[in-house]
């Protein structure tokens, strides 16, 4: 939803920064650091859940959770011959915590998230397709919901004025506070009813889809192409920047969901991305002690090892 609060430039997109990833990458980072000093980390574990449920509700979303703690599990059981203090009693009530902060945080958003858009009106019409209020029936949509790309390439490719230039002009589309992005128009999204001056619901065309756009086959491969090695290269520069698996897993899933969300307003995911990046180098500064050093010459900072 739109921001009840605007603060000064750029603050706002700097908190929502730190929900979605800032403070994620931090705890990777320490967490990752304990691993290499052969620490204890089973309450810093515990830290992780505690990050991705808060940023989950406070960003009113679902997946947050999952994108958040997933990949770093994964990456533990990965390299879990190099974790000290996490035996299997420990992992047992580590997962019974991940279940549990995880069925909360669904019921805690379905709750606010029912609070704050009862008032949304969505308008169907019967005679485009009929919609049951039935739970399973809702459960269905749910899913189909974020089952983002056919329904993407289907809307676009029924468009008849696919071109360059409407690619272009979609790549550089800046959304606006009261306005719906082309592609709504496009899919005849039902959320073109709602008032977009309070809410910021958008349906996602996807990677193929918004390539599609130029009306060739050729450059949907070609832009599938080029994502699927810029990840690739971009995922080996975090590695090598780092060093660490557990941030390298999280880059990992952002990127593959930054991909999903191409196609509506392409420039704004742009500048999230120059803002992770900014994240990385700061912590490759850290990594490196370069930062250590310059405390030091200045006489801010009396420690002798490098992190």
């Known amino acids: 939803m739109v921001p009840r609060t605007i603060l000064q430039w750029p603050l706002n997109a700097v908190i929502y920064w730190i929900l979605s990833m800032g403070m994620v990458m931090g705890m990777a980072t320490l967490l990752w650091w304990d691993i290499f000093l052969k620490k204890n980390i089973s309450l810093l574990v515990y830290a992780i859940l505690a990050e991705a449920f808060f940023s989950s509700v406070s960003l009113l979303s679902r997946a947050t959770y999952i994108f ?22 420990k992992a047992i009530l580590i997962a019974v915590a991940f279940v549990g902060l995880f069925v909360i945080s669904i019921s805690a958003i379905t ?7 009862s008032n949304v009106p969505i308008n169907f019409n019967s005679a485009e397709g009929l919609i049951s209020s039935s739970r399973g029936v809702g ?42 992005t082309f592609y709504q128009k496009v899919c005849k999204s039902h959320y073109q009813g709602m008032d977009m001056n309070k809410y910021t619901f958008a349906s996602l065309p996807g990677a193929a889809a918004f390539f599609y756009y130029t009306g ?8 599938l192409l080029v994502l699927t090695l810029a990840a690739l290269f971009s995922e ?11 941030l390298c897993s999280i880059y990992g899933m952002y990127v593959a969901n930054l991909i999903a969300q191409i196609g509506v307003a392409p420039r704004q995911l742009l500048v ?18 370069l930062v250590a050093n310059l405390l030091r010459k200045a006489g801010l900072h009396g420690m002798e090892a490098r992190i």
């Open 68 to 89: 958040h703690v997933i990949p770093q599990l994964l990456s533990l059981y990965k390299n879990k011959q190099a974790l000290v203090g996490v035996s299997r009693k």
């Open 216 to 223: 060739s086959l050729g450059y949907v491969f070609l832009g």
């Open 236 to 246: 080996s520069l975090v590695l090598s920047m780092t060093g660490n698996m557990l």
């Open 139 to 180: 459960a269905a949509r749910f899913i189909i919901d974020r089952w983002i790309g056919v329904e993407g390439v289907m809307a676009v490719y029924s468009y008849p004025k696919k071109n360059d230039e409407l690619f272009l002009s979609v790549l550089t589309e800046r959304p606006k506070i009261g306005g719906v």
């Open 272 to 289: 999230h991305l120059f803002m992770v990046f900014c994240g990385l180098i700061f912590i490759w500064l850290l990594k490196s002690g």
């Open 111 to 117: 709750i606010l998230r029912n609070y704050y858009y």
